[in-house]
């Protein structure tokens, strides 16, 4: 898809949408906007973009004030229209909007990946479960899988890099992300009205949709939850070929945020698996040791990007 050109939002107008997009990634997704600030300035506004673009979307499929899924639907489908709208030129007044419109255009980003993602959204409204794993798969190719490939270009590649299998990866992660989500809030999920889990899992493990509401999770919810969790460390390793590909200055960002969302897999195991009645935390200590260790090869990496940008050809 060929966007055309236009003038667009002012200036004003987008240094406050990114400013609203940072401010979002910094309440909502902590051990992510923590490892955002690992990547060189230039490019942390635009991740923090398709950040404030994702949650708001998933906000509005899960606004809890009473609203009906037809209400939530029509709200949905405005919302995607006005992006819609402002990817083909039109003024757009969202708070939002501008940032990931002017991000898609900076970086030429894939706008089906975007579609698949809406897509998924929408099906938040109606599908309350999933019969299989790979039921569940087709709904986290749009809504995990798509903005793993969001992000590549705003990364970048290392002039080695294998675009087909950085893109596999990056898919990867994306699973591994979700899948994490859904293991760590199987309770609030729960409460509404949705089991991302696998019915056949479920069936398999002789777990009922009611013991996932209980007070504590029984022997066979913590099989269930085991299970799940080797299955997302397996899209954790899927992914890692891919890190190496990436930009030496993306590459330590990406690197924190795996290991701090594996960690909420460690957390889920530390608890043995009741975690039906509250979600785990990796603990602030941890997150920062984490980020501590790669920050000194975060600020090199992104010294040497400098440097090489500013080289003259045929200089020394």
Known sequence: MVLPRTDGPTRAMLVDAYARCREINRCYGRSYYLATRLLPMHKRPHVH????????????????NGSSAGERAGRLQTWSAAFYAGLSGAPVTDPVLPAVVHTIRTYGLEVEDFDRFLRSMATDLTVTSYPTYDDLLRYMDGSAAAIGTMMLPILGLASSGDPAVARESARQLGLAFQLTNFIRDVGEDLDRGRVYLPQADLERFGVRRADLAAARATPQVAELLAFQVDRARAHYRAAQPGIDLLAPS??????VATQLYGAILDEVERARYQILQGRVRVPRHRRLSVAGRHLIAARAATRAERRVSVTIPGSP
């Open 49 to 64: 973009a398709l950040y404030g673009f994702t949650r708001r979307t998933d906000e509005i499929v899960d606004e809890d």
């Open 250 to 255: 993306s590459r330590p960002c990406i690197r």
